[in-house]
């Protein structure tokens, strides 16, 4: 079982940068892949980066490559997302996510999710 909580989150203008937390509890969690997904209101959940166990492999979708970097501390049990440029198009709520098997851009893949922290960018 691994618990996860998200922190971080806020109100920042187009251009800014934001660094998202996740803490993890559960002994297991460092052979856990792990993933950052986002929802916008009204639109579906979408995959943004994902990160191996070991962290030494990292996956981002297209439209946050370069912007954004995924990384963990498996000491702390943490996942990090910061998020560089940001623009009115990431305001979303921004979930951290578990996955004992390997990291993949599938929501359905992933086991344990957190409750969400909400990032807007105000143009």
């Known amino acids: 079982q691994v618990q996860l909580v998200e922190s971080g989150g806020g109100l920042v203008q187009a251009g800014g940068s934001l660094r998202l937390s996740c803490a993890g509890s559960?002994?297991?969690?460092?052979?856990?892949?792990m993933g950052w997904f986002r929802q916008a209101p009204g639109k579906e959940r979408e995959f943004v980066a994902a990160?191996?166990?070991?962290?030494?492999?990292?996956y981002y979708a297209d439209s946050v490559k370069g912007r954004f970097t995924i990384s963990r501390d498996n000491a702390k049990n943490m996942v990090y997302l910061q998020m560089n440029s940001l623009k009115p198009e990431d305001t979303a709520v921004y979930y951290c996510?578990?996955?004992?098997?390997?990291?993949?851009?599938?929501?359905?893949?992933?086991?344990?999710w957190g409750q969400g922290t909400q990032v807007t960018v105000s143009s």
């Open positions: 990160i191996t166990w070991s962290g030494g492999t990292a």
């Open positions: 996510a578990a996955n004992h098997g390997i990291a993949t851009r599938v929501e359905y893949d992933y086991d344990y």
């Open positions: 559960g002994r297991t969690f460092s052979s856990h892949a």
